[in-house]
C-alpha cells in the first residue's frame, strides 16, 4: 500500500450491516508512503491507521481524473495540535 498527503483512505466494513469509513490522509508515517498513516474520517475522529486487507487508498491524482473534490486543504503536520499528529 503507498500513499501520499490528501489521498484518501476507504475501509470497508467487514460485518453485515457496518458501514464502510473514509477519511483523508494527514500524515505518512511509514518509509516510501507505507503505512502507518494518520487519517481524520469523515465523523472528525483522527487516529493512528494500519490499514488492513479491507481497506483501500483512492490517490488525489486519481479523484483529479474522476471528476471528485481535492480536499479544501490537508493541514501540515505541525500546524495541527500536538495530539492530532501523534494520533492520541
Known sequence: MHATIGDR???HGN???EADR???ILEVRGPDGGPPYV???EDGHTGLIFPGPDAEVE???ARH???RPLP???PT???MPKHQRHGW
Open 9 to 11: 483512505l476507504h475501509v
Open 15 to 17: 460485518h453485515v450491516g
Open 22 to 24: 473514509k477519511g483523508e
Open 39 to 41: 487519517v481524520r474520517f
Open 59 to 61: 490517490t488525489a491524482a
Open 65 to 67: 481524473a474522476l471528476g
Open 72 to 74: 479544501s486543504s490537508a
Open 77 to 79: 503536520p505541525n500546524a
